[in-house]
């Protein structure tokens, strides 16, 4: 029985991966979960705005070298380790946010790089 789960689920995370789907739910974080394509991760964040510019700014300053900012737009263009890197930050509501975190490596997609920014930012709110 379990080794058909597995193989469902298996079957399933494929089947999107292959299907060109664009968004996938994928774990539970402090976010509520995130979705992934194949370059973007974004999640909901109940969080203040401030904090949340704050902890994506420090976590790029740390990881990279910020090429474009805007406070006002929630939007921050970086490099990091030959990756390009887009934040993005959006209001959904009063109380919630959208992080959304692009990584490009010549031109391919780092979704790993984009992970580990998303969850570092998280962390930095916590």
């Given at each position: 029985?379990?080794?058909?789960?597995?193989?469902?689920?298996?079957?399933?995370?494929?089947?999107?991966?292959?299907?060109?789907?664009?968004?996938?739910?994928?774990?539970?974080s402090a976010a509520g979960g995130y979705a992934v394509s194949?370059?973007?991760?974004?999640?909901?964040?109940?969080?203040?705005?401030?904090?949340?510019?704050?902890?994506?700014?420090?976590?790029?300053?740390?990881?990279?070298?910020?090429?474009?900012?805007?406070?006002?737009?929630?939007?921050?263009?970086?490099?990091?380790?030959?990756?390009?890197?887009?934040?993005?930050?959006?209001?959904?509501?009063?109380?919630?946010?959208?992080?959304?975190?692009?990584?490009?490596?010549?031109?391919?997609?780092?979704?790993?790089?984009?992970?580990?920014?998303?969850?570092?930012?998280?962390?930095?709110?916590?």
């Amino acid at each position: 029985m379990v080794k058909r789960i597995i193989s469902v689920i298996f079957v399933i995370f494929f089947s999107f991966n292959l299907s060109g789907c664009v968004w996938f739910l994928v774990g539970a974080s402090a976010a509520g979960g995130y979705a992934v394509s194949r370059d973007t991760i974004a999640g909901e964040i109940d969080a203040e705005y401030n904090d949340v510019w704050l902890a994506a700014k420090n976590v790029s300053q740390i990881m990279g070298i910020i090429k474009e900012e805007d406070r006002a737009k929630g939007f921050l263009d970086l490099n990091v380790d030959k990756s390009h890197v887009v934040i993005n930050i959006d209001r959904l509501t009063p109380e919630t946010l959208r992080l959304k975190i692009k990584a490009r490596k010549y031109l391919m997609p780092n979704i790993g790089l984009a992970q580990k920014l998303f969850i570092k930012i998280n962390q930095q709110i916590e």
